[in-house]
């Protein structure tokens, strides 16, 4: 099971949810336009992680070191995001 903790709320993705469909599910407001790692609309600032983030595929958008797509990355553990910065 996967802990998702913001500043606004803490939760768990179900099975098969990627972190982009979690955060909306619970109200976070994000961007997203294409939900393949393409446009990067949808990146955030990941603070901390308990594990090792990654992605099925490399990502054609560029992000930062801190940043992730939660649209197409892979989360275990508890992970830390602030969606309120970008």
């Given at each position: 099971?996967t802990?998702?903790?913001?500043?606004?709320?803490?939760?768990?993705?179900?099975?098969?949810?990627?972190?982009?469909?979690?955060?909306l599910?619970t109200?976070?407001?994000?961007?997203?336009?294409?939900?393949?790692?393409?446009?990067?609309?949808?990146?955030?600032?990941?603070i901390?992680?308990?594990?090792?983030?990654?992605?099925?595929?490399?990502?054609?958008?560029?992000?930062?070191?801190?940043?992730?797509l939660?649209?197409?990355?892979?989360?275990?553990?508890?992970?830390?995001?602030?969606?309120?910065?970008?």
């Open positions: 099971m802990w998702v903790m913001t500043s606004k709320k803490q939760f768990y993705l179900h099975d098969d949810e990627s972190l982009l469909d979690g955060l599910r109200g976070h407001d994000i961007n997203y336009q294409c939900k393949e790692g393409y446009c990067g609309s949808c990146r955030i600032k990941r901390a992680s308990s594990h090792v983030i990654d992605y099925p595929f490399e990502p054609l958008a560029m992000i930062e070191e801190d940043e992730i939660p649209c197409c990355c892979r989360v275990q553990g508890v992970i830390y995001v602030n969606h309120e910065l970008l």
